[in-house]
Nanobody, 127 residues
Framework: QVQLVESGGGLVQAWGSLRLSCAAS????????MGWFRQAPGKEREFVATISRSGANTYYANSVKGRFTISRDNAKNTVYLQMNNLKPEDTAVYYCAGRLTTLAGIHYYTSADFTSWGQGTQVTVSS
């Protein structure tokens, strides 16, 4: 399994921006579809965004579409989540996740689809 370490979380005011990073190691990163999920206190983990192996395809939850951008740099073994126009309801622990796949395109959207997880990074948005 690929090992994943998130960074970049913190405290930001509403309408501000943050960029999360997730560094991968231990496996060939470009063989993995990657995703971002989040979990707020008292709530289930929810899908945020996913990106294909090559980075050519992305897909977002409706709640973040137009505000968040997922990207990856396979040369740096890193996936990013650029978050703009943050809202207090975006407050959560954000997790990156990986899924080994031979498939191109977008195929994985749920927590159960992903087999490797980072430890999470806290994002807090104040109003």
């Amino acid at each position: 399994q690929v090992q994943l370490v998130e960074s970049g979380g913190g405290l930001v005011q509403a309408w501000g921006s943050l960029r999360l990073s997730c560094a991968a190691s231990g496996q060939i990163f470009s063989n993995y579809a990657m995703g971002w999920f989040r979990q707020a206190p008292g709530k289930e983990r929810e899908f945020v965004a996913t990106i294909s192996r090559s980075g050519a395809n992305t897909y977002y939850a409706n709640s973040v579409k137009g505000r968040f951008t997922i990207s990856r740099d396979n040369a740096k073994n890193t996936v990013y989540l650029q978050m703009n126009n943050l809202k207090p309801e975006d407050t959560a622990v954000y997790y990156c996740a990986g899924r080994l796949t031979t498939l191109a395109g977008i195929h994985y959207y749920t927590s159960a689809d992903f087999t490797s997880w980072g430890q999470g990074t806290q994002v807090t948005v104040s109003s």
